[in-house]
């Protein structure tokens, strides 16, 4: 709880900050690429939607206006080192609007900004001909050769939601050719940062989150990167080493890769590097060293509500399922074999704002079986996926569900809805 607290501290002070150099376009937005660790939770939340849309406006003015233009605007700076800092900002302007229209349902944003992401996402092959990203500027993906890797797989899943974004606003040919263009650097990748036999390159923490979170390898890499992702997880004594651009991505790759355990355990760290560890160190800004506000640590709070309290947005994005009309709950309790020495969380209340109404999911792992307690806003509906992957569709309403861990002697848990109250 006072983790939450103080990130939705650090989120409205950001918010009301808006960190800047100067008045001038390019010296209010130094930090624009940051927009892609806190905004999504700022629309997740239903919250600051006036401000965000003044930032995209600033943003929208970076952009090239015609495909052949270059990705930056001249005079920004005489070596071209901001280069690459403004192809994070086109990531972040992608990221945002995609964020806006997943959880606070604005389409008009995407139909009022649609020439810039097309313009913008097209001219990235004028302005990285080799479709990797050498060198970037920008701190978001940390130095040297796997700053690189990171970041041109930034850039392919910017790529992907622009072509996404195409097909939702009715370009289907800009679908087409955007997607081509993200296959494109998807090769150049895999050229470039994976090994004969499948391995990565170069391997650390962010490396491998990169590269899994954003689909860039085949089943059998996947397998490795995964272990590799592990054990350097295990290697760090189970804390977060990953830099800003991907830090958001960290648990969710964790968890994907079958590893919830190590998710939690690295949650609930309290020596530093972690988030706990700074909250009990008195910091009232979030970081994960001490005294070290980093605006990425927000990225957490996804997590948190996505996964350990389980409330999902719908993965299918049409107009009639988006914005939380339809969600899915699937709560991931820490308990099973992977959690020996007993389940570190024991019960969850979590409550989401939305355009449609407020979502609220409690659960409880109690002696003989686990519970789940949910409330669906009217006019939205559910797909309660329980642990043990029963699932069950529920409409507005108060909805309660058990999972016996032990149901007639056979070791088969079951699932019931019972009646809430």
């Given at each position: 709880?006072e ?9 409205e ?154 097909g ?61 992702l ?17 830090l958001r ?13 190590l998710?939690?355990?690295v ?20 970081a ?95 797909v309660?996926?329980?642990p ?24 088969v848990?079951t ?6 109250g």
């Amino acid at each position: 709880n006072e983790l939450i607290e103080v990130m939705h501290q650090s989120i409205e002070g950001v918010a009301l900050s808006v960190p800047m150099r100067g008045v001038a376009v390019d010296e209010r937005l130094p930090d624009a690429a940051y927009q892609t660790a806190w905004v999504p939770v700022l629309a997740q939340e239903n919250r600051a939607h006036t401000l965000i849309s003044k930032w995209l406006d600033d943003l929208a003015l970076r952009l090239p206006l015609t495909e052949a233009a270059s990705v930056y605007a001249p005079g920004l700076g005489e070596h071209g080192a901001e280069l690459a800092d403004d192809i994070a900002s086109f990531e972040s302007f992608v990221q945002i609007l995609w964020a806006l229209y997943r959880h606070q349902d604005d389409f008009h944003l995407l139909e009022q900004h649609y020439q810039q992401i097309r313009a913008g996402a097209l001219a990235i092959r004028h302005s990285c001909p080799e479709l990797l990203r050498s060198d970037p500027y920008s701190p978001l993906y940390g130095r040297g050769f796997s700053a690189s890797l990171v970041a041109t797989a930034c850039l392919y899943g910017s790529l992907k939601t622009a072509s996404r974004i195409s097909g939702v606003v009715g370009q289907l040919a800009d679908h087409e050719l955007i997607d081509n263009l993200a296959q494109e650097v998807r090769l150049a990748f895999r050229n470039r940062f994976l090994t004969r036999d499948g391995h990565l390159a170069y391997s650390d923490q962010s490396t491998c989150v990169a590269a899994l979170y954003h689909n860039l390898l085949e089943e059998n890499e996947r397998v490795l990167a995964e272990r590799e992702l592990i054990a350097h997880v295990e290697s760090s004594n189970y804390h977060c080493e990953v830099v800003p651009g991907v830090l958001r991505a960290f648990l969710p790759t964790v968890t994907q890769a079958g590893r919830l355990d190590l998710a939690y355990m690295v949650l609930l760290q309290t020596s530093q590097p972690s988030w706990l560890g700074s909250v009990h160190a008195g910091d009232r800004l979030v970081a994960r060293q001490a005294g070290r506000f980093d605006i990425a640590d927000i990225g957490l709070i996804e997590w948190l509500v996505e996964s350990m309290a389980g409330i999902q947005i719908d993965q299918d994005y049409s107009v009639e399922r988006n914005g939380y009309r339809s969600i899915r709950v699937r709560p991931m309790p820490p308990f099973g074999q992977q959690f020996l020495a007993g389940s570190p969380v024991q019960f969850v209340d979590a409550k989401l704002a939305t355009l449609h109404g407020v979502f609220e999911v409690s659960w409880r792992i109690l002696d003989e079986a686990f519970e789940v307690e949910v409330v669906i806003p009217p006019s939205c509906q559910a797909v309660v996926t329980m642990p043990d992957g029963l699932e069950h569709t529920v409409r507005s309403g108060r909805h309660r569900f058990v999972m016996d861990f032990d149901a007639g002697g056979d070791g088969v848990p079951t699932l019931l809805e019972r009646k809430a109250g």
